[in-house]
């Protein structure tokens, strides 16, 4: 399979992640087999093109296991100990814990050289495979971290397949990929949904006063709690330290402000460090960040209105390199947030309100 795609895959695990990877692979002619404890979701895969339930007659080149973390090592286990010539990969969110308990599993059998554990950072805030799409990968990040024993042409593979599918591979370690998905994926769940609690206290009159960065921030917390329960018990130790660092800048920021006379340079020190660390996230396709011009738009809430916005913009000639929606509370209306590069603003805003647009600026 080195550098080619397998004939045959196995899916095991129909949710969101498995059958996404099934329409993948299979827009690619790949012939993909699922299996789910829940013939039912395999059943709505099925049925969505992904693949045909059951077990393969044929040879099978790869085994993807997509179920949840807390039975992702024994099913990786059956798997190598079934397919005897497969290459196994998974798309657990958590690494270390993964390969120590596939190895207390298998010993010193020589199926440890064909498993490739991987995780892709891709997903949404629904699950099942009716929530899939064959381009959820596109443009993400995919990690991959074989152990010492794996075969080197089995990673190439695996690595061939992330590619097919429009992920970016990347190779690291199981302690350094969980280490940083700790801070980066595991810590901003938890936050989001220790924030949205607190709404519970409040009237709905309160709540009405928010604006898109509460919408924003508690975007996460609409995430399955218990595949989120899973994940962040399989990673505690750097969840904690990663929360342990969190709550120290916070009460930083809280001691601060209950002064009789608020720390004003601290808090600002916080806001600028908080800065520095967003301008390391990446940008569009992958590039350091830039900041671009919000051009913000008026449009009815009605069938054709976005598509005729965008008409508009492409005949002004300006790329849009970002889109973002304001519902505006209380009004069929809403605000279309269009970001372009700083030197094409003006033409965009010159350009929309010669057609009849609303540009808010």
Do not use: C
């Amino acid at each position: 399979m080195t550098g080619q795609l397998p004939a045959t895959a196995v899916v095991v695990g129909t949710g969101l992640i498995g059958t996404s990877a099934a329409l993948a692979l299979r827009r690619h002619g790949v012939d993909v087999w699922l299996q789910d404890a829940d013939p039912a979701a395999a059943s709505t895969a099925s049925a969505r093109g992904a693949g045909r339930a059951g077990t393969p007659q044929a040879p099978v080149e790869l085994v993807l296991v997509a179920v949840p973390p807390v039975s992702t090592a024994s099913v990786v286990v059956d798997a190598l100990r079934l397919y005897v010539d497969a290459t196994v990969s998974d798309v657990a969110s958590t690494k270390t814990e993964l390969q120590r308990e596939v190895e207390r599993l298998l010993g010193d059998s020589p199926d440890l050289r064909r498993f490739v554990p991987g995780h892709p950072l891709a997903g949404r805030e629904v699950s099942g495979p009716e929530a899939a799409r064959d381009d959820l990968f596109a443009d993400r990040v995919w990690a991959l971290t074989p152990g010492p024993a794996v075969d080197a042409d089995r990673v190439a593979a695996v690595e061939s397949v992330v590619l097919a599918l429009g992920a970016l591979p990347v190779r690291t370690t199981p302690e350094a990929h969980d280490r940083a998905v700790a801070l980066t994926s595991h810590t901003p769940q938890v936050v989001s949904s220790a924030l949205a609690a607190g709404l519970s206290s409040l009237g709905d009159v309160d709540v009405a006063l928010s604006g898109q960065g509460l919408r924003d921030v508690t975007r996460l917390a609409e995430s399955d709690a218990e595949l989120w329960t899973e994940i962040l018990a399989s990673n505690a130790g750097p969840v904690a330290a990663a929360l342990e660092g969190l709550i120290r800048r916070l009460a930083a920021v809280q001691s601060a402000l209950e002064s009789p006379r608020p720390d004003t340079e601290t808090v600002r020190t916080a806001l600028i460090e908080g800065a520095r660390g967003r301008a390391r996230v990446a940008g569009k396709h992958g590039r350091a960040p830039v900041r671009w011009e919000v051009v913000p738009v008026a449009v009815a809430d009605r069938p054709g209105e976005l598509g005729r916005l965008f008409a508009a913009v492409g005949a002004t000639g300006v790329n849009l390199e970002d889109v973002r929606i304001e519902h505006v509370q209380g009004r069929p209306t809403g605000l279309v947030e269009l970001e372009v590069a700083p030197e094409s603003a003006q033409a965009l805003v010159d350009g929309l309100r010669a057609d009849g647009w609303s540009v808010r600026r």
